[in-house]
């Protein structure tokens, strides 16, 4: 087994401070998205938080924000065949690498929300637990990642309105779940979690 990239406790760096973070693991449907915001500390922006502690409309004004003010930023996704093929652990890496090297510059240190770093990252890595409640950076990259996710919903939704992903955002909840045992998946729900693999009659 390959050894996980070194955790950084107490860094040195000369430069831009990349914060990563992710949204889309949990749900069922939908590729997993990844943003990496270098923050302008000329152009500080007021009320950056964990993306999961603000309202839509909150969410969608700062992504706005950080768009017109960070020094850089990107968005990547890794799409459900790459889930499928990977699992979702290892696509969620490769969005975030993919976010770091989509980056206009590149960063000194960049600083990911969780507990691994992905392979090959372009500067020096540090994971942080909750780092997107502790790092403005972080929770900047979770706002970009989470708006970008919904967007992708809601394009779901345009093209498969029977399963309401403008409503539950490819999550498991109770209606997701009614609207998948009505009509079965479509291309764009992952098969390999376990209330889809059920519907097509494998292990739950």
């Known amino acids: 087994m390959a050894a996980q990239p070194e955790l ?17 693991r949990g749900p069922l449907a939908g590729p997993v998205y990844a943003a990496a915001v270098i923050l302008d500390p000329a152009r500080p922006i007021e009320g950056l938080d964990d993306s999961k502690k603000l309202s839509p409309e909150r969410r969608e004004f700062l992504a706005g924000r950080i768009r017109e003010r960070a020094l850089a930023w990107a968005v990547a996704c890794a799409s459900v065949e790459e889930i499928e ?42 994971a942080i637990v909750g780092g997107d409640a502790l790092e403005p950076a972080i929770s900047a990259a ?53 209330p889809v693999r059920k519907l097509l009659g494998g292990p739950s």
């Open 8 to 24: 950084f406790e107490t860094p040195e760096y000369d430069g831009p401070v990349a914060g990563v973070d992710e949204a889309g």
């Open 142 to 194: 979770s706002i970009l990642a989470k708006t970008a996710r919904d967007a992708c919903c809601l394009e779901l939704h345009a093209r498969y309105p029977q399963y309401a992903f403008d409503r539950h955002k490819g999550y498991g909840t109770a209606l997701h779940l009614a609207r998948l045992a009505e009509f079965g998946p479509c291309p764009e729900h992952r098969r390999g979690f376990a």
């Open 85 to 126: 093929r990977l699992n979702i652990l290892q696509a969620t890496m490769l969005a975030m690498r993919r976010a770091c090297l989509d980056l206009s510059r590149a960063p000194a240190l960049i600083l990911v929300d969780g507990n691994r770093l992905p392979k090959e990252l372009p500067g020096r890595a540090r």
